[in-house]
């Protein structure tokens, strides 16, 4: 489903603090499958999966999507793939203060200019999927790091992506909510959807829901 | 005269097109020899990011250059009072043997930066940069016209001097001699109406037939071309007459004056605009079937024909109402 051919990112390139993130990766990505990209910090795994997530650009080699390369393309169709075809949950999970969990989980969906009353629709659903349902209206300041988690995920699934990204799901949450967070990754899947996700966390790569580890250091595949 | 504000804009604006354009050929030749899509190799990923700016980069000079036509036009026009002889941008651009070679240059680099736009348009809109090669060949075909009209335009200028004696309109269209001028402005009203209705009215149809079947694209842009020929002869040979109320006053230049409410602006800028977009739906034609560009350029096409339907017919509408509410009488009188 997803290829990547000598993949290089170098940052500051040319200048005295330039960095190399990535060498020559190269990793093919099955379809309907949890794969986790396991290293130690600054091996490579987010920038590797902002790759991978159409949120930066390689500085050599090439990605492909269903066979169609993307690493070329530009902001016009990038936007179009991030929308429809990726759907991202952050290690700070990023939801927006101010508003409500709702209102958070909607906002991806807003630029297709689907029907409000259908998308809210979609969208508490998606947060009773979560078990927040009770929280739709709730600002998200006051939801707990499981909760936030939770809604970072149904906000990640409005658009109905085929691959969730997810980087260090785990790494703000405790030991119950890490196993809930397994279960609904083991939910998507068999739903059909593709998890790439990375992490450090034994919990995570040892469980039964991962088909794949992939093992990173300085920037290469172990 | 060089401190004249629209002479300064225009030099500005020439010079800035010139020195982007000249950076835009540079880039444009390094992607002609080194353009591999299928190579994911630094130098290509470099490339694939800077034609997108080099492509704003151009299509931003390129709409300076139409608004430069403009302002050429306007500013020979307003300065006609400056020159002895002078009564309308006819008499300015005579001034010296630059004027008239710059104004048919710039409408020349006109209609190419027009067609550079429409592929450059349609390239952005394919996922695999489908027409970068060839844009980039025409941009490389451009250069040496915006570098001469640039020239020209400069030893125009230059060489602009209130001392000399100018001619004025009637002895250009007017005169003994037999230049293109004057066998346009001999030819006999009627059948020069006769003449232009049933072109401009064929473009019109090859543009409604595009709308409905899809189909005669090349046509469309032809009939565009011939309609564009057709309506400049017609403006000097009758056009002129009915407006002026005039039957010997030909000139295509002092449409564009106050004292005829500017009409001419409203005549010229439809005429232009309708003709580059016929022409654009031409050149989308032999793109409709590369695979990136199968769904979107049969859009486009059909949107640009629309855009020069709409023109060409406010233009023609333009011309029988011009020629209604004239006093002058041609025929039947």
């Known amino acids: 489903m997803i290829e990547l051919r000598a993949i290089r990112k170098v940052f500051n390139q040319g200048r005295h603090n330039e960095f190399c993130a990535l060498h020559d990766v190269d990793l093919s990505i099955g379809e309907n499958q949890v794969t986790v990209l396991r290293g130690p910090s600054g091996s490579g795994k987010t920038t590797l999966l902002s790759i991978i997530g159409c949120l930066s650009r390689p500085t050599s080699g090439r990605v492909s999507l269903q066979q169609r390369d993307i690493s070329g393309f530009s902001e016009r169709f990038l936007t179009d793939i991030r929308r429809h075809t990726f759907g991202f949950v952050f290690q700070q999970f990023n939801l927006i203060k101010g508003i409500s969990v709702l209102e958070n989980v909607m906002t991806p969906a807003y630029p297709l200019g689907l029907d409000y009353a259908e998308l809210r629709q979609r969208a508490l659903a998606l947060l009773e999927q979560m078990q927040l349902g009770h929280r739709a209206s709730a600002p998200v300041e006051w939801l707990s790091g499981g909760e936030a988690q939770r809604a970072a995920i149904a906000r990640a699934l409005i658009n109905d992506p085929q691959v969730i990204i997810a980087d260090e799901p785990t790494a703000n949450l405790d030991t119950h909510l890490s196993k809930r967070f397994l279960e609904i990754a083991e939910r998507l899947r068999e739903r059909g959807k593709t998890l790439l996700l990375t992490s450090h966390d034994p919990l995570v790569c040892e469980s039964a829901v991962v088909d794949r580890v992939v093992e990173m250091r300085d920037g290469r595949l172990v | ?333």
């Open chain 2, 1 to 333: 005269m060089l401190l004249n504000p629209a002479i300064i804009a225009l030099l500005i604006a020439s010079l800035v097109s010139l020195l982007m354009i000249g950076w835009s050929s540079l880039f444009g030749w390094q992607v002609l020899r080194n353009w591999d899509i299928r190579s994911g190799s630094e130098g290509q990923l470099i490339l694939e990011r800077r034609t997108y700016l080099v492509s704003t980069l151009l299509s931003f000079v390129f709409a300076v250059q139409a608004i430069s036509l403009l302002l050429f036009i306007f500013n020979a026009e307003q300065m006609s009072s400056l020159f002895v002889g002078a009564m309308c941008a006819v008499g300015t651009l005579n001034v010296n043997p630059y004027g008239m070679p710059t104004l048919l240059i710039k409408i020349v680099v006109f209609f190419l930066a027009a067609i550079w736009l429409v592929i450059n348009q349609l390239d952005t809109r394919g996922y695999d940069y489908p027409l970068t090669r060839h844009k980039y060949r025409l941009l490389l075909a451009i250069t040496p016209f915006v570098a001469l009209e640039a020239y020209l335009q400069l030893q125009y200028f230059l060489g602009l001097d209130a001392d000399v004696i100018t001619s004025c309109c009637g002895s250009l269209f007017g005169g003994e001699r037999e230049t293109l001028a004057t066998e346009l402005a001999g030819l006999p009203p009627l059948p020069a109406m006769f003449g232009f209705y049933i072109i401009i009215g064929l473009t019109i149809a090859s543009a409604l037939w595009y709308q409905r079947r899809r189909t005669g694209g090349y046509l469309l842009a032809g009939m565009s071309a011939l309609g564009f020929a057709a309506s400049i002869v017609a403006i000097v040979s009758f056009l002129s007459l009915y407006i002026y109320e005039h039957p010997h006053h030909h000139c295509p230049f002092c449409v564009l004056q106050g004292e005829y409410h500017f009409q001419g602006y409203l005549l010229y800028i439809p005429l232009f605009a309708a003709t580059a977009l016929g022409l654009g739906v031409g050149v989308i034609q032999p793109f409709k079937q590369v695979a990136s560009l199968r769904e979107v350029a049969p859009v486009m096409a059909r949107r640009l024909g629309l855009a020069a339907l709409a023109l060409f017919l406010f233009f023609t509408l333009w011309t029988i109402l011009a020629i209604w509410n004239s006093n002058l009488r041609l025929i039947g009188a």
